[in-house]
């Protein structure tokens, strides 16, 4: 199962991954925003990344303008590897290289076309592990700062 969720400004786009989601039979949990009225986006940033850390649901995929404020309120949250993608080789690389677990999109950046690449490229990743598990170690080891 999947989580996603977006503010205002990703609400159309949301639509548009999910019927996306739908037609390839991925489950998901949609964790609002649940209209096109102004709200918050770091309340649905952290509401995905809690679900994906919880272990709720195994990857998230958050939207808002830019992607940059629900990027950032989902990494705020433990566990949480999330990365902001405007392009193919981005969310690859976010598989292959850090095991990214949640997707950040700009639905103001981005087309409907692009971001839905982005979304299947990010869904088909795989981490590659090896060297790279070292380097996601130290990126997990930093919640540890206190």
Same mark, same amino acid.
């Given at each position: $199962?999947? *989580? ?11 639509? #548009? ?6 037609? /390839? !039979?991925?489950?998901? +949990? ?16 952290? *509401?995905?990344?809690?679900?994906? *850390?919880?272990?709720?649901?195994? /990857? ?12 950032? #309120?989902? =990494?705020?949250?433990? !566990? ?6 405007? %392009?193919?080789?981005? @969310?690859?690389? #976010? /598989?292959?290289? =850090? %095991? #990214? =677990?949640?997707? @950040?999109?700009? *639905? ?11 979304? %299947?490229?990010?869904? %088909? ?5 090896? +060297? ?7 990126? $997990? ?6």
């Amino acid at each position: $199962m999947w *989580a996603i969720g977006s503010d205002h400004g990703g609400f159309e786009l949301k639509q #548009a991954v999910m019927k996306h989601l739908e037609e /390839r !039979g991925i489950e998901y +949990r949609d964790y609002g925003t649940y209209t096109p009225e102004s709200c918050d986006y770091p309340d649905y940033g952290a *509401a995905v990344g809690r679900a994906v *850390a919880s272990g709720e649901c195994e /990857r998230g995929i958050v939207i808002c303008g830019t992607g940059i404020g629900i990027s950032m #309120a989902a =990494n705020k949250i433990d !566990g949480v590897r999330c990365a902001l993608c405007g %392009d193919c080789f981005s @969310a690859e690389m #976010a /598989r292959a290289h =850090n %095991d #990214a =677990n949640v997707l @950040a999109l700009g *639905a103001r950046t981005l087309g409907e076309g692009l971001a839905l690449k982005i979304v %299947d490229t990010f869904l %088909d990743g795989e981490f590659q592990g090896g +060297r790279h598990a070292r380097r996601v170690a130290k990126i $997990m080891a930093l919640e540890d700062r206190g």
